[in-house]
């Protein structure tokens, strides 16, 4: 059935020129489509990068969890908050080996590492590259989040192979400073020019429901695609409201606001993996399937995010199934390029 037309804005946003910048009200244009248009035109611009049909499938380890000094106000490992979560030291490296090969034997492409530092020490470091370069021989894509990365640590860690470096921007900048106060906007930029600057790939996005307003997420998207180039993958986290946090009681977040989010980061950013994380375990299959339909095609996979549940790996090969859906690389079809 063909839906009615909706008035165009002057300049059509999906028509967006490689070298302009998209603006806040370009994607609240976006946004606040009738939401079968935007899914068409999200769907659109998907099928144009990727095989629709496949997600890539990554797994997360927490090599060291608690005591971070930050305070990030949705944050469990927060040492400032009382969430029960106790600082444990960083994971010996057969353990952190043990957990990759059980990744990748249950389907994972990518593995990922991420520790509760403000930004690690040089013998921290060494120990993380170590790690990385014994996943990396296993054959699996390699991603880190430490924190903020001093001069040289990035291209520390892209000899020792490091393949993606995670450094979420988190929300827009208006919105930023009544989450977090120990670490600017500016300090998560340069850490994100110092990845760049040492050829690594840059894996970046945000959290929505933490009390921003729509015209805040479209800020937050407008500031990642802005990124030149902007990410290679853009992880949407829909925020776990922890006991204990400052944001325990948040609003939980309409599950069509992240439908909504996600397709219009995949229309900003088209050539990059959308990752629906975080609280992806509140969601019924049916809102899942609507986030692939919306332009995600990726998903941490496997029984734990961190600190917080995910959904059991075998519950998503069923969904995946169900669905007519593949884990793979997702490809795209000819080889995509990161305006």
Not at 34 to 59: G, Y
Not at 246 to 261: C, G, K, M
């Amino acid at each position: 059935m063909h839906t009615q037309p909706v008035a165009a804005p002057a300049r059509q946003p999906s028509a967006l020129s490689a070298d302009a910048a998209w603006q806040v009200d370009d994607l609240m244009t976006l946004y606040d489509l009738p939401l079968p248009d935007l899914l068409h035109r999200a769907q659109s611009v998907h099928r144009k990068h990727f095989a629709a049909d496949t997600v890539q499938l990554s797994t997360l380890l927490s090599i060291k969890t608690g005591g971070c000094p930050e305070d990030c106000g949705y944050c469990p490992q927060s040492a400032r908050y009382d969430t029960g979560v106790a600082s444990q030291a960083l994971l010996p490296l057969e353990d952190v080996l043990r957990a990759a090969r059980a990744a990748r034997d249950s389907g994972a492409r990518r593995f990922c590492m991420g520790a509760a530092w403000r930004s690690p020490k040089p013998h921290q470091l060494e120990a993380v590259a170590e790690m990385v370069a014994a996943v990396k021989a296993l054959g699996l894509e390699t991603c880190v989040t430490l924190g903020m990365l001093r001069a040289g640590q990035a291209e520390q860690l892209k000899d020792a192979g490091l393949d993606y470096y995670n450094h979420n921007l988190d929300t827009s900048p208006a919105f930023y400073g009544g989450v977090i106060s120990t670490r600017t906007y500016q300090d998560r930029l340069d850490t994100l020019q110092r990845v760049r600057g040492a050829g690594l790939s840059v894996c970046c996005g945000g959290i929505i429901g933490m009390g921003e307003s729509r015209r805040e997420r479209a800020a937050l998207i407008a500031q990642l695609a802005d990124l030149r180039p902007y990410p290679e993958s853009v992880p949407i986290n829909n925020l776990i409201a922890v006991p204990g946090t400052p944001l325990a009681d948040a609003e939980p977040l309409d599950p069509f606001e992240l439908v909504r989010t996600i397709a219009v980061a995949r229309i900003a950013m088209p050539g990059a993996m959308v990752r629906l994380s975080a609280g992806r375990e509140s969601l019924a299959d049916a809102e899942q399937a609507l986030c692939f339909l919306a332009g995600a095609n990726s998903i941490f996979y496997g029984d734990t995010l961190l600190t917080a549940a995910n959904p059991q790996a075998e519950a998503d090969r069923r969904l995946l199934a169900r669905l007519g859906m593949r884990a793979g690389d997702a490809l795209p079809p000819m080889e995509a390029v990161c305006l």
